[in-house]
């Protein structure tokens, strides 16, 4: 079963074009990373399959469903989730309330006038249960912007499975992590579901190798090259981008 | 939890005070205080779309004057009884609020503030230019008080049924902020995209919280008209919006205690100011730029700050 | 012809409203600042133009004085006030708001609550025949003003060094400082000559709409619906849309004089909602 289809998708900034008919398909269950050097576009091909940038041109088609003009939260209700690049949270609320209104979010029950935020107590448990999984219990009560760089990374991907989505877009997670934070991200990922497809940009090498099932290969806004990890290393053209002039 | 025991010995011994407040106090103060409550009611309902929901609106005055006109051009003109009038004023400012957030919605930060005052200005223009139906700068006089089987002229009474009526309206705006629909207005507030992307459509809250918002602003207004006995156009003036605005700021936006006293400070500020000069407007302008340079998180940003430095 | 009477009034006025509104736009392009004191800059220096002009008895020396006052004016504002705020838009908007109300108050402390209305200089009294009506030489000079500032700013943005800069930094800060370019003095100048616009459409609206308290949050107003209808940051959209809340302004003070101003809300209201950036503004 296809998970992901972006098919022919073009986006033009201003003449400028980020991205030129990119195609991918991604089954159910994939691991699939997205490599490229910066600037060749995959950043906003996340934008064009979250809905926060629209494409100039083509489709995205999410489990059978096209969703290339739905909104991004229409397309979260369709089991898509996403992390951001630059870490995007909730800078003034606790860590527990970030992870309730990600879970109010999932199920759609965010209008609700009456009622404790803390009262409900199916819903604390399950907030509880989440931070817990992801080694994040003892900062709860915190300020999301007091937390260390490492834990609000952990904080961005925790929000964005609170909903157990279908499909997960993780941008760069590992980005400026130590080794240890970055083996404890890798960790995380391989606990997830299998059924679960993930997506993710991702520079460092190793951790692309070691997670993805096929590698997608972005450069200039095209992508150049797919396949599995053999084929990645043995493409001359990949090789040349990485090593070569860029 | 002593922190928490501590807030709520203040709320009881604030309300205590309130609640004795005319047995004591002279007249006039009993009628500043009537003044302090109105204003600390539309404090908070800017503050809900300010403070909690990150939306600065520039013309908030728009919604308490349309309620303010609403019951006196209902009461002077159509002959309708003050108290039926109420619920038509709350009405009339909510329905305002639902037609004009859909344009204000449509941008954001400095456009959001600039279209959220130009609207405001074309009702203040209405209530001004159409003088056959306003009396425009002239006002309207003679908006009597509701009479619920008692008289609310003499000014305790007056006083005692504004207390109720923001007391209804704190306790409705606690529970607002504090459900989970008040969670995702501040999570809206951080990161509008984030939001999003778990799943919350951004603009139907924003919405809510722009009618909501107008709503209690509208309960303001109208119990500002029964107040005065008395419409003009400054109830929909750009100062009137600014003066919430610095209400909001100089309390401490994003609570709703903040804004409730920066009303009263305001408020006290005017009449004590206007009695020594007639530069209240010079004094305002003062008070905003002192308020942005060194105070930006208003007064419980200070306090917090004080507490911060007392705890270490 | 009455309705070439009244495109050419609504000209005349939307001139004035795009001497304000060039300067707004400029400033929010540069530096996203919404600028309320805008209105004062305007009112400030129409007074201070009648003040010179009481004195000294020249149109000239007015029109200098003002927009050289109002501009150090701006400059200052700019420079202790704002900069301190960089990119931080509630703050910033407020301290204006604050010298708005200042100035308001100020003003009326010097120059009292009647309206003032300032001579129209000696070379246009008196009205160009126009068939069965004629046409004030005055109002003619304002849509020339109009014109050769729109001119000149158009040639300072796409043929100076300077303008140059100014565009690079309108559309990226950060690529005009890597250019080299000294970004804080061209902010202060970008205010400073936004102020000094604004002062001299006050000045030449003396003697057509007079000077009263007030008048500084109604050209306000008017310079926000000229915006939103132009989109910030456009020149080619101040113009625009000055000309077009101008002559709508003119028609409907004409035609509905009660409502006056939803004939320029209504436009604006409808292109809000199908181009809220404005009609020039960036998506």
Do not use: C
């Given at each position: 079963m296809t998970a992901l289809a972006v098919v022919d998708v073009s986006k033009n900034f201003g003449g400028v074009a980020a991205l030129s008919g990119v195609s991918l398909t991604i089954a159910q269950g994939e691991r699939r990373v997205l490599l490229g050097p910066n600037g060749a576009g995959k950043t906003t091909l996340f934008h064009t399959i979250s809905g926060n940038v629209a494409p100039s041109a083509g489709r995205i088609v999410l489990f059978d469903t096209d969703i290339t003009r739905l909104r991004p939260d229409r397309?979260?209700?369709?089991?898509?989730?996403?992390?951001?690049?630059?870490?995007?949270?909730?800078?003034?609320?606790?860590?527990?309330?970030?992870?309730?209104?990600?879970?109010?979010?999932?199920?759609?029950?965010?209008?609700?006038?009456?009622?404790?935020?803390?009262?409900?107590?199916?819903?604390?448990?399950?907030?509880?249960?989440?931070?817990?999984?992801?080694?994040?219990?003892?900062?709860?009560?915190?300020?999301?912007?007091?937390?260390?760089?490492?834990?609000?990374?952990?904080?961005?991907?925790?929000?964005?499975?609170?909903?157990?989505?279908?499909?997960?877009?993780?941008?760069?997670?590992?980005?400026?992590?130590?080794?240890?934070?970055?083996?404890?991200?890798?960790?995380?990922?391989?606990?997830?579901?299998?059924?679960?497809?993930?997506?993710?940009?991702?520079?460092?090498?190793?951790?692309?190798?070691?997670?993805?099932?096929?590698?997608?290969?972005?450069?200039?806004?095209?992508?150049?090259?797919?396949?599995?990890?053999?084929?990645?290393?043995?493409?001359?053209?990949?090789?040349?981008?990485?090593?070569?002039?860029? | 939890m002593t922190t928490r025991l501590g807030s709520i010995a203040v709320a009881v011994a604030a309300l205590g005070l309130l609640v004795a407040l005319p047995a004591f106090a002279r007249e006039y103060?009993?009628?500043?205080?009537?003044?302090?409550?109105?204003?600390?009611?539309?404090?908070?309902?800017?503050?809900?779309?300010?403070?909690?929901?990150?939306?600065?609106?520039?013309?908030?005055?728009?919604?308490?004057?349309?309620?303010?006109?609403?019951?006196?051009?209902?009461?002077?003109?159509?002959?309708?009884?003050?108290?039926?009038?109420?619920?038509?004023?709350?009405a009339a400012a909510a329905v305002t609020g639902a037609v004009f957030a859909p344009l204000a919605l449509r941008a954001r930060g400095s456009y959001f503030l600039m279209i959220t005052f130009a609207l405001s200005q074309v009702v203040w223009s209405v209530a001004f230019g159409w003088r056959t139906l306003t009396n425009g700068d002239d006002g309207m006089p003679d908006v009597v008080r509701p009479?619920?089987?008692?008289?609310?002229?003499?000014?305790?009474?007056?006083?005692?049924?504004?207390?109720?009526?923001?007391?209804?309206?704190?306790?409705?705006?606690?529970?607002?902020?504090?459900s989970p629909f008040g969670r995702a207005l501040r999570g809206i507030r951080e990161s509008e995209s984030r939001m999003q992307a778990l799943g919350f459509d951004v603009w139907r809250y924003q919405y809510v919280a722009f009618v909501l918002s107008a709503a209690f602003a509208g309960v303001a207004g109208a119990l500002y008209a029964y107040y005065n006995r008395f419409v003009g156009p400054e109830y929909l003036y750009v100062i009137q919006s600014a003066e919430a605005l610095?209400?909001?700021?100089?309390?401490?936006?994003?609570?709703?205690?903040?804004?409730?006293?920066?009303?009263?400070?305001?408020?006290?500020?005017?009449?004590?100011?206007?009695?020594?000069?007639?530069?209240?407007?010079?004094?305002?302008?003062?008070?905003?730029?002192?308020v942005t340079l060194f105070a930006p998180r208003g007064l419980i940003g200070l306090v917090n700050d004080f507490r911060r430095r007392g705890a270490k | 012809?009455?309705?070439?009477?009244?495109?050419?009034?609504?000209?005349?006025?939307?001139?004035?409203?795009?001497?304000?509104?060039?300067?707004?736009?400029?400033?929010?392009?540069?530096?996203?600042?919404?600028?309320?004191?805008?209105?004062?800059?305007?009112?400030?220096?129409?007074?201070?133009?009648?003040?010179?002009?009481?004195?000294?008895?020249?149109?000239?020396?007015?029109?200098?004085?003002?927009?050289?006052?109002?501009?150090?004016?701006?400059?200052?504002?700019?420079?202790?006030?704002?900069?301190?705020?960089?990119?931080?838009?509630?703050?910033?908007?407020?301290?204006?708001?604050?010298?708005?109300?200042?100035?308001?108050?100020?003003?009326?402390?010097?120059w009292g609550g009647n309206p003032l209305m300032l001579n129209v200089p000696h070379i246009f009294q008196g009205s160009l025949p126009m068939g069965y009506y004629a046409y004030p030489y005055y109002r003619l000079f304002l849509i020339a003003v109009g014109l050769l500032v729109a001119g000149g700013l158009w040639w300072f943005q796409e043929r100076t060094r300077l303008g140059t800069m100014l565009r690079a930094g309108v559309d990226d800060a950060e690529i005009a400082r890597a250019l080299g370019i000294n970004v804080s003095l061209l902010f202060t100048l970008v205010f400073a000559v936004g102020a000094g616009l604004a002062a001299l459409a006050g000045v030449l609206a003396g003697p057509v709409l007079s000077l009263y308290p007030g008048a500084d949050f109604e050209v306000l107003i008017f310079a926000f619906v000229v915006v939103?209808?132009?989109?910030?940051?456009?020149?080619?959209?101040?113009?625009?849309?000055?000309?077009?809340?101008?002559?709508?302004?003119?028609?409907?003070?004409?035609?509905?004089?009660?409502?006056?101003?939803?004939?320029?809300?209504?436009?604006?209201?409808?292109?809000?909602?199908?181009r809220p950036t404005g009609l020039f503004g960036r998506q």
């Open positions: 397309r979260a209700r369709l089991g898509l989730a996403r992390t951001f690049q630059i870490t995007n949270l909730f800078p003034r609320l606790t860590v527990l309330d970030s992870v309730l209104l990600a879970l109010d979010g999932a199920a759609g029950r965010g209008m609700r006038f009456l009622g404790s935020p803390a009262g409900d107590r199916d819903m604390d448990a399950q907030a509880h249960r989440l931070l817990e999984r992801w080694g994040l219990a003892e900062v709860a009560p915190r300020i999301v912007r007091t937390l260390s760089y490492g834990e609000q990374r952990q904080l961005e991907i925790a929000l964005a499975l609170a909903g157990e989505p279908r499909l997960l877009l993780l941008d760069e997670p590992t980005a400026g992590l130590s080794a240890a934070e970055t083996r404890r991200v890798v960790a995380m990922v391989h606990e997830l579901p299998r059924d679960m497809t993930i997506v993710m940009i991702e520079h460092d090498m190793d951790v692309a190798f070691e997670l993805a099932d096929r590698i997608a290969v972005m450069h200039q806004g095209r992508l150049i090259a797919e396949g599995d990890q053999a084929a990645i290393r043995a493409n001359q053209h990949v090789t040349d981008i990485y090593l070569g002039a860029e | 103060s009993v009628a500043l205080a009537t003044k302090m409550l109105i204003f600390a009611l539309f404090a908070m309902s800017l503050d809900l779309l300010l403070g909690y929901t990150g939306l600065a609106s520039l013309g908030h005055a728009a919604y308490f004057g349309v309620a303010a006109y609403t019951v006196a051009l209902l009461v002077v003109r159509a002959g309708v009884s003050s108290g039926l009038a109420f619920p038509a004023a709350l009479n619920f089987g008692f008289s609310l002229d003499n000014t305790a009474s007056f006083y005692y049924f504004t207390l109720a009526v923001v007391g209804v309206a704190t306790v409705v705006l606690v529970a607002i902020v504090r610095i209400m909001v700021i100089l309390g401490g936006a994003g609570t709703l205690i903040g804004p409730a006293i920066g009303a009263g400070l305001i408020v006290f500020l005017e009449d004590f100011i206007s009695s020594l000069t007639q530069h209240w407007v010079l004094v305002l302008g003062v008070i905003y730029v002192v | 012809m009455t309705w070439v009477i009244h495109i050419l009034n609504g000209v005349a006025f939307g001139m004035l409203l795009f001497l304000l509104a060039a300067g707004l736009s400029l400033i929010y392009g540069l530096m996203k600042i919404l600028n309320l004191t805008h209105g004062s800059f305007y009112l400030v220096g129409g007074y201070i133009g009648l003040t010179v002009m009481q004195v000294t008895g020249s149109f000239v020396l007015a029109l200098i004085a003002a927009v050289l006052a109002v501009a150090l004016l701006g400059a200052v504002i700019e420079r202790f006030f704002l900069r301190r705020f960089h990119l931080d838009e509630l703050p910033q908007t407020l301290v204006t708001f604050g010298f708005l109300f200042i100035f308001s108050d100020l003003s009326l402390w010097i939103v209808i132009g989109g910030l940051g456009s020149l080619r959209g101040a113009l625009a849309g000055a000309l077009l809340v101008g002559i709508l302004d003119d028609f409907g003070k004409a035609f509905f004089p009660q409502f006056a101003l939803f004939t320029v809300f209504v436009p604006m209201a409808v292109i809000l909602v199908m």
